[in-house]
């Protein structure tokens, strides 16, 4: 299946790499953190390493490692504004449960 990002994020990560001047897109990962035990992680990647797994969704890589792919497999990134907030959505079919303040998940 593989991650993907909305044409919206697309276009956000696109316009992020471009005021920084560098970059081959994104990495999505997970981490071991919060209280559901899980958190995404998500940075500029300059460098890909041997082992990455490389999607591209609207003309942006991401990058993820193929430790994290099962828990994120399957998984759009979107950017959505609701009111003043804006901000990455993680829209994760493996998602089991989430912790209450939504800064963590377990699957």
Request: hydrophobic share 35%; glycine share 12%.
């Amino acid at each position: 299946m593989g991650v993907t990002l909305s044409q919206s994020a697309a276009k956000h990560v696109a316009n992020f790499i471009a005021k920084r001047g560098k970059g081959l897109g994104i990495r999505l990962g997970v981490r071991t953190s919060g209280c559901s035990g899980m958190a995404y992680k998500l940075e500029f990647v300059d460098e890909k390493q041997d082992e990455d797994l490389v999607f591209e969704s609207h003309g942006v890589q991401v990058i993820v490692d193929p430790k994290s792919l099962p828990y994120i497999d399957g998984t759009e990134l979107d950017f959505v504004r609701e009111g003043l907030n804006e901000g990455f959505k993680f829209n994760n079919p493996n998602v089991k449960d989430a912790c209450g303040c939504g800064e963590s998940f377990n699957v």
